[in-house]
């Protein structure tokens, strides 16, 4: 039985994606998340998009690698390390601006602090929630079987890529 709906749910692969925090955590992070290329996974999931086979895509980890093959993510349930923004005046900059004025960068606008990275928006998790109650089928990618949205897919069709 074909699914209509499939799902895709993009993790870290480890298991585990720590929140971007600070800049002595999340500077170090940035870095070796944009040092990583791309892997198979990442361009299955932007052919299966092309083809049409996938209704949404839902990523459970901060990282770009999605981004850089191309796949459109509809919701981010942590955000994104794409870009940081300025708490004061809400200019954002760029990864890759914001590597260079590591440790700690300010905003080019008005010298505050940057934020690192840029918070899952409001909403994101009843969005993706939606998008998997109305799932014929979630294949998991780098997310572990157990993961709570895995529990509300219809049917219990769940599957690990």
């Not at 600070?22 to 290329?37: I, K, N, Q, T, V």
């Not at 089928?137 to 690990?160: C, E, Q, R, T, Y």
């Amino acid at each position: 039985m074909p699914a209509d709906r499939v799902v895709v749910l993009v993790g870290p692969g480890d298991g585990v994606s720590p929140p971007v925090a600070g800049w002595e955590s999340a500077g170090p992070r940035m870095r070796m998340l944009d040092a990583l290329a791309p892997g198979p996974s990442h361009l299955r999931i932007r052919a299966l998009q092309d083809a049409g086979a996938i209704a949404a895509v839902i990523s459970d980890t901060d990282d770009v690698l999605l981004d850089e093959v191309g796949v459109r993510v509809d919701v981010e349930l942590r955000g994104s390390i794409r870009e940081s923004v300025c708490r004061a005046c809400g200019y954002t900059e760029p990864l890759a601006c914001l590597l260079e004025m590591l440790p700690v960068p300010h905003c080019a606008a008005c010298g505050a602090v940057l934020a690192p990275g840029t918070p899952a928006l409001p909403g994101a998790q009843a969005a993706a929630e939606q998008l998997v109650r109305g799932a014929d089928l979630l294949l998991l990618a780098g997310v572990a079987a157990d993961h709570p949205l895995a529990a509300l897919v219809p049917g219990g069709n769940v599957a690990a890529a």
